[in-house]
């Protein structure tokens, strides 16, 4: 197994196993490294332009998404730039894995930057 491997596995185990963490799970912003591993699979994704990554990627990715909005209103840390690289991923691989981002951006729009 390559290093670009494990890495990509890492950073998904990372955001996947965020949702097990109680407090996590209620302020995902809380822990700065779900924002290092959203970047990195990021990074890996557009780097390897492989559609099958990015498919195994977006549900982890989409749920850190929801449980991030979902948590604004309790969270004491910023998520705007948690929010960000997520929004950046939906928009750069949205066609890939059909996920329109509109709903996803007015989210961002009417409860972060209305903060």
């Not at 997520?86 to 894995?97: H, K, M, Y």
């Amino acid at each position: 197994m390559s290093d670009r491997d494990r890495n990509w596995d890492f950073h998904l185990r990372t955001i996947s196993n965020s949702s097990r963490d109680s407090n996590l799970a209620t302020d995902p912003a809380a822990d700065s490294s779900l924002l290092y591993s959203v970047k990195k699979l990021y990074e890996l994704c557009k780097e390897e332009k492989n559609e099958d990554l990015v498919a195994r990627v977006y549900p982890h990715i989409n749920k850190l998404f929801q449980r991030s909005v979902a948590s604004l209103s309790q969270s004491r840390t910023s998520n705007g730039l948690l929010l960000l690289a997520i929004l950046q991923f939906f928009l750069d691989f949205g066609e890939i894995v059909l996920h329109d981002a509109d709903l996803s951006l007015r989210t961002f729009f009417r409860s972060c930057l209305s903060r």
